[in-house]
């Protein structure tokens, strides 16, 4: 399959360079630093299932170069996607669909402001990966799931061709008939866990742990859950203890993509997580005091380090 991959960060570099050494013909969109790090020696993703390497000719500086593709892979920063989506709207023809593995529930809608509705698949991904160093992407742990689906049953045949893609390059894959529900599922959890380990600045294992935080973590994910059920999302009601309790089967040093983006001085995903129940509260009449308080505490660090002195 020819396979576009618009940010080649942790979650586009590691499933754009599976798909790639399963022999799919695989482009990535990168800038800046990263850019010239892999047009110099291409891109090494370092993952305990196995390395891999990209070569330099897959990669490209903007998204006007990409030739025609059977799907594009959207795997960038939430504050990004705006963007992303306007330049997509120029090289997506009639034969591409666009699979957004971001995390959030407003990212498809963004999508589809600029592509066509039958253009537009919902996607989510299940991974801990960031780029290291320019040019390096280092998958942590063994977990590396994608889950994706079309909104419209048409177009289940062709989603099954790139299932078979996902499958045959070794990546854990589901093609869901539900794919809202999925997205949904996948924000209620990780805006619990986001939330507490950026707060706490700690992991799951020392969250779920303190009799505090654990009903902080709780309370987080049933807020999520209400705002998704009055959005009309099947979620079922008592889904955020279903999630507590899987809370408790992950690794105890686990943590989030925005935990790490904090200790690193990154700008966060803030306002499209807890800021996204917060919103979506206010339109639906639901209070949302714990990911108020998540969105108000976290505040200072939304665009990344803050500066003491300021
Ligand atoms: N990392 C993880 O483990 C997981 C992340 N996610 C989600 O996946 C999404 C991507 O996250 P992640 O992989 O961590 O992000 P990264 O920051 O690691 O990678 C994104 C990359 O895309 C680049 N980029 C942004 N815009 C463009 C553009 N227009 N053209 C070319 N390159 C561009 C960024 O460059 P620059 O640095 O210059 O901005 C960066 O190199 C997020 O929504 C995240 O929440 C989901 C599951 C797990
Ligand atoms: C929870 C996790 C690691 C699962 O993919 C994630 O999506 C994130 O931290 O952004």
Redesign the pocket.
């Known amino acids: 399959m020819r396979i576009a991959v ?8 590691y499933f754009g360079a599976r798909l790639a050494a399963a022999g799919h013909e695989v482009t990535f ?4 630093r ?1 850019l010239e790090a892999i047009r110099e020696r291409g891109l090494l993703v370092r993952s305990p299932l196995g390395d891999l390497k990209v070569p330099a000719a897959s990669v490209v500086a ?2 006007a170069e990409l030739e025609p593709a059977d799907v594009v892979l959207v ?4 504050w ?1 996607t705006e ?2 989506a306007a ?1 997509l709207g120029d090289v997506v023809d009639e034969g591409t669909r666009v699979i957004s ?4 529930v407003r990212k498809d809608a963004v999508l589809r402001r600029h592509l066509p509705t039958r253009a537009v698949w919902g996607g989510a ?7 290291e160093e320019p040019g390096i992407v280092s998958h942590r742990g063994a977990m590396q799931k994608v889950v994706f689906g079309p909104y419209d049953d048409m177009d289940t045949p062709r989603a099954r061709d790139f299932l078979d893609a996902c499958v045959s390059a070794g990546i854990e894959a589901e093609l869901s008939s539900d794919i809202e529900r999925v997205i949904w599922e996948k924000f209620v959890f990780l805006v619990g866990l986001s939330a507490t380990t950026t707060a706490v600045r700690q992991p799951i294992g020392v969250v779920r742990s303190d009799v505090h935080c654990r009903e902080l973590l709780r309370d987080v994910m049933a807020e999520a859950v209400q705002v998704g059920r009055a959005a009309g999302v099947s979620l079922d009601p008592k889904f955020a203890d279903e999630r507590l309790a899987f809370c408790d089967t992950l690794p105890a040093a686990m943590t989030s ?1 925005m935990h790490n983006d904090l200790m690193q001085g990154n700008r966060l ?1 803030l306002p499209w997580l807890s800021g996204s129940v917060v919103t979506l509260g206010r339109e639906f009449g639901i209070a949302t005091p714990r990911n108020q308080t998540i969105a108000d505490v976290l505040a200072p660090y939304e665009l990344g380090r803050p500066d003491p002195d300021r």
């Open positions: 618009v940010g080649a960060g942790g979650v586009g570099g969109v990168a800038r800046g990263h903007t998204i795997a960038v920063k939430l990004d963007d992303v330049q593995l971001q995390n959030g991904c299940y991974i801990s990966a960031v780029i993509s995903e």
